[in-house]
């Protein structure tokens, strides 16, 4: 009986390690389901807990009656698929619309200056969080500007450098 479980556990981890590698193989659009209970990682993860905790329960107690193992396998399947549907869930929520990775969705973000350039229209540096993580840019400003003043971004001029102006209160 051990034997069936971890094999069936295993089954669910293969699955598991397809989906990872290819991509989800068999998400089922059907209206009545939440999206992503389907998916093939919350398939993979219920047969992994049913078979994993049922192997478990028939190893820690072998004199228990068969239907004893059973349940605690059914509720291994019931939390493998929940662990496993509340992973697709924020994985899903954490996806950037298209285009949203683009550096021209900076425009209008505020920064600080961290190395005010030394002479009027020389270059100097701003930080800016874009994406979560804050980067650092190169602007020229006809300005005058100090270290910790706070600007906006006014346009993406390259990858590297944008254009500002000082932000009015």
Same mark, same amino acid.
């Given at each position: 009986? *051990?034997?069936?479980?971890?094999?069936?556990?295993?089954?669910?981890?293969?699955? !598991?390690?397809?989906?990872?590698?290819?991509?989800?193989?068999?998400?089922?659009?059907?209206?009545?389901?939440?999206?992503?209970?389907?998916?093939?990682?919350?398939?993979?993860?219920?047969?992994?807990?049913?078979?994993?905790?049922?192997?478990?329960?028939?190893?820690?107690?072998?004199?228990?009656?068969?239907?004893?193992?059973?349940?605690? !396998?059914?509720?291994?399947?019931?939390?493998?698929?929940?662990?496993?549907?509340?992973? *697709?869930?924020?994985? %899903? %929520?954490?996806?950037?619309?298209?285009?949203?990775?683009?550096?021209?969705?900076?425009?209008?973000?505020?920064?600080?200056?961290?190395?005010?350039?030394?002479? !009027?229209?020389?270059?100097?540096?701003?930080?800016?969080?874009?994406?979560?993580?804050?980067?650092?840019?190169?602007? %020229?400003?006809?300005?005058?500007? %100090?270290?910790?003043?706070?600007?906006?971004?006014?346009? *993406?001029?390259?990858?590297?450098? *944008?254009?500002?102006?000082?932000?009015?209160?």
């Amino acid at each position: 009986m *051990v034997v069936t479980y971890l094999v069936i556990g295993c089954v669910g981890l293969g699955i !598991a390690l397809l989906a990872l590698i290819i991509g989800d193989l068999f998400d089922v659009a059907v209206d009545f389901v939440p999206d992503g209970a389907l998916s093939s990682t919350s398939i993979a993860g219920t047969l992994a807990g049913f078979g994993f905790f049922g192997a478990a329960a028939v190893g820690l107690l072998p004199d228990a009656a068969p239907w004893v193992s059973i349940l605690i !396998a059914i509720f291994g399947a019931g939390l493998g698929w929940l662990l496993a549907w509340s992973t *697709v869930l924020v994985a %899903r %929520r954490q996806e950037q619309p298209e285009g949203a990775a683009s550096l021209d969705n900076i425009v209008g973000s505020t920064g600080v200056i961290v190395e005010a350039p030394r002479e !009027a229209g020389m270059a100097g540096t701003v930080a800016v969080t874009f994406l979560g993580s804050s980067r650092r840019l190169h602007f %020229r400003s006809p300005d005058e500007l %100090r270290e910790g003043d706070r600007v906006v971004i006014d346009a *993406v001029i390259s990858t590297t450098q *944008v254009q500002i102006s000082r932000l009015t209160d």
